[in-house]
């Protein structure tokens, strides 16, 4: 299964309610230092922050910094599980844990032009080097070959560091963390229901044919997002924990391709969202 929004996901029936976080978050936030501020403070009453993403965009890997960066996200958080895997694992944790890498074995890993996650690597290498020792910790995603289920893996790290009291930060696919049957977020929900918080960015997404059907109705699924919200600034965190923002159809927010049940909102998948905007 391939990540939203170019991809396409096998529909599945929610064979159940999944428990939801015991969250209260205002009905928006706006501006950065509210966005953040409000992801961190879901921490305080869970164990799993999921960040849904759109792989390669920049508003999501903004997001990411800005919250990692932020002095206080490592006094929450040890350890953050990717769903990219490394093809060096020593090197890697020798880059991320802060030690010396250079230019060269930097191109090992990936283009330094090009950094996965938009940055996130790097500032968690920086994060580690300024501490007396490493703070943050990153689990990718090493799925064995012939191994199809990318979700495996992630799930018994991210269950083993909350057994030892840690909180993570999850980066995966959209499709992969939504509250629905067969994802990240259902498997810990059997072992610690209500403990995952799920929270992605809606933002337009750069495809081809942008005069298509799909991207019409993705714009108008956009404008009815916004006519939802009363602040002007951006970006705005919205709880889709029963506001009107969370009945909106989910589906043409990724383009048609996920292949969810027509009734399915982005409050069944998400419990809240960061907009940018159209």
Not at 227 to 252: F, K, Y
Request: aromatic fraction near 6%.
């Amino acid at each position: 299964m391939r990540c939203l929004p170019a991809v396409v996901v096998t529909a599945v029936l929610f064979a159940q309610s999944p428990v939801r976080p015991d969250v209260q978050l205002p009905a928006e936030a706006a501006g950065w230092d509210n966005v953040v501020a409000g992801l961190l403070s879901v921490l305080d009453r869970v164990d799993v922050l999921a960040l849904g993403e759109a792989h390669g965009r920049q508003v999501d890997a903004e997001l990411r910094l800005r919250l990692v960066r932020d002095p206080r996200f490592a006094r929450k958080v040890h350890t953050i599980v990717v769903e990219l895997p490394v093809a060096d694992q020593a090197l890697f944790a020798r880059y991320s844990q802060g030690g010396d890498v250079s230019a060269i074995e930097l191109q090992r890993l990936w283009s330094p032009a090009n950094p996965p996650y938009g940055g996130l690597f790097e500032a968690v290498h920086d994060i580690n080097r300024a501490s007396q020792s490493p703070v943050l910790q990153v689990i990718t995603n090493q799925t064995p070959t012939g191994v199809r289920d990318r979700n495996t893996l992630a799930v018994s790290a991210i269950r083993e560091r909350i057994a030892k009291g840690d909180k993570v930060l999850v980066v995966y696919g959209a499709g992969h963390v939504w509250h629905r049957e067969g994802g990240v977020t259902d498997a810990l929900d059997r072992v610690v229901p209500g403990r995952v918080f799920v929270a992605e960015v809606l933002a337009p997404v750069s495809v081809r044919g942008s005069g298509s059907t799909e991207t019409q109705q993705l714009d108008a699924s956009l404008r009815a997002l916004e006519d939802t919200v009363s602040s002007r600034d951006r970006p705005v965190m919205i709880s889709l924990m029963h506001t009107r923002a969370a009945a909106l159809a989910a589906n043409p927010f990724y383009l048609g391709q996920a292949m969810l049940p027509p009734s399915t909102t982005i409050g069944d998948l998400d419990d809240a969202c960061v907009y940018f905007g159209r």
